[in-house]
């Protein structure tokens, strides 16, 4: 992933260096789970333990020549190791040590994810409980519906990141495994308590294999990701339809010496929100390469291992970017209560319509003959001006009658839409 969209601690479990020194540990563990056995002297395996390193350049000059990255690496590490350096690899295929130190890898990444998210989490209660009562018009479809507030967005936000938490938490899970099983997962020339051993050091779990693990657990740790992100993807989306023009309810951030536009002077875009959104494409489009990836021909062809060395890294990168992204926004976004009053204002009070349709209903009416009534005269506020929704009802005096001063009182108070707020945030975890 290019450096523009990554952060150092993410982007360093990643790297080839740090790769080949997983590699190496992994090795030199199996060599002391064999020793523990006495499979081999526990003489070398002290050694290899002591000697055991590599040098990177070394390795890639290898792999020029053999074509195979864990050969390559191989010899590099028996270089620096002596005779000892035999039992390096003793049983073992290539994908116990790839597979392990993926697990490993996306293990760490996992728990840099969860804690990005516990970020947006912290981010979304202060602002929640900042703006608790701040009344909002909601929208469905992008049209006025009925008031909510923003403390209640910044609630729901919560609530969605704890269940991203509790996705993660399980995909880590799911992924976390290892292997230490031979070339087709049957342990023909290794003890299963070498593998135990590695994997206990690891804090990995050992799982039943082929030559691989199986691929649906990396597919279910892609689409958790995808998940996540899409759940960012959306709640930037709100941010950018409040920041436009025409709602102006919330903006983002902006820097002093921040520029918005190389040609408009005036411009402030919701850059960060729309950022969110592009990247979260990419890591939806790494799902499908994930589910692809499970159907491999038997006990493993390697069609998988060019997607996963791509699509991995990427993802766990990416979406540790978005989280640090939409922290950011969450915690800064300003609001701007004026003109959340004066959009909920703007509709001429047709937030009251279901309000005064079920005050009909309850005073006898049928119930399409009160929904006609009621649309008649919402559509003739919004449509001709003049009189605003709650006036137009109280002028019509059979309408005015059949509610009664006190049912068109409750019809059109606004406060009454936020009067369950409590319940709505303590169901959110706040």
């Known amino acids: 992933m290019i450096p523009r969209y990554s952060r150092p601690a993410m982007a360093g479990i990643w790297t080839e260096e740090a790769k080949l020194r997983r590699w190496l540990e992994i090795e030199v563990l199996a060599c002391e789970g064999m ?15 002591k000697r055991a390193k590599f040098h990177l350049r070394q390795v890639q000059k290898n792999e020029a020549r053999t074509r195979h990255d864990v050969l390559a690496f191989l010899e590099e590490v028996a270089s620096h190791v002596g005779p000892a350096g035999r039992w390096i690899h003793q049983g073992l295929t290539s994908s116990d040590i790839l597979d392990t130190t993926l697990a490993w890898q996306l293990r760490d990444a996992a728990d840099l994810l969860i804690e990005g998210v516990r970020k947006v ?20 479809h992008g049209i006025h519906a009925e008031p909510t507030s923003h403390g209640i967005r910044m609630a729901l936000l919560h609530d969605e990141f704890r269940r991203a ?80 023009t025409e709602v102006g309810e919330v903006e983002e951030s902006f820097a002093k010496g921040q520029k918005g536009s190389s040609a408009m002077p005036h411009k402030r875009n919701p850059i960060h929100a729309e950022r ?6 990419i890591v939806r489009g790494h799902a499908l390469a994930a589910l692809e990836n499970v159907a491999l021909w ?5 069609s998988h291992s060019s997607a996963e060395r791509v699509l991995f890294p990427d993802a766990t990168i990416l979406l540790d970017f978005i989280l640090g992204e939409l922290e950011s926004l969450v915690a800064g976004h ?19 319509s279901q309000g005064a349709l079920l005050a009909l209903t309850r005073a006898g009416w049928e119930r399409r003959k009160a929904y006609e009534s009621i649309q008649r005269h919402a559509m003739d506020a919004w449509q001709r001006g003049g009189a ?43």
């Open 35 to 49: 020793a523990r056995k006495k499979v081999i002297p526990a003489k070398d395996a002290r050694t290899i333990r």
């Open 121 to 140: 989490k912290v981010a979304a209660a202060k602002r929640a409980r900042e703006h608790r009562g701040l009344m909002v018009i909601g929208r469905t």
């Open 165 to 244: 938490e509790e996705r993660l938490r399980a995909a880590k899970g799911e992924v976390a495994v290892g292997k230490i099983s031979g070339a087709v997962g049957t342990y023909a020339h290794l003890d299963p308590a070498i593998e135990a051993y590695v994997c206990g050091k690891l804090g990995l779990k050992p799982g039943a294999a082929t030559q691989v693990v199986p691929r649906d657990r990396h597919a279910a740790f892609a689409l958790a990701l995808s998940l996540v992100a899409a759940s960012a993807e959306r709640w930037a989306t709100e941010f950018r339809h409040l920041q436009r």
């Open 276 to 281: 969110i959104c592009g990247l979260a494409r």
């Open 298 to 302: 038997h006990e493993r062809d390697i």
């Open 334 to 352: 300003q609001v701007f209560p004026r003109r959340m009053l004066a959009n909920l204002r703007s509709s001429q009070g047709l937030w009251a």
């Open 388 to 430: 605003d929704f709650p006036t137009r009802l109280q002028l019509d005096p059979e309408l005015s009658r059949k509610i009664g001063s006190k049912g068109l009182r409750e019809a059109v108070d606004a406060k009454r839409h936020l009067r369950h707020e409590a319940l709505i945030y303590k169901r959110c975890g706040l």
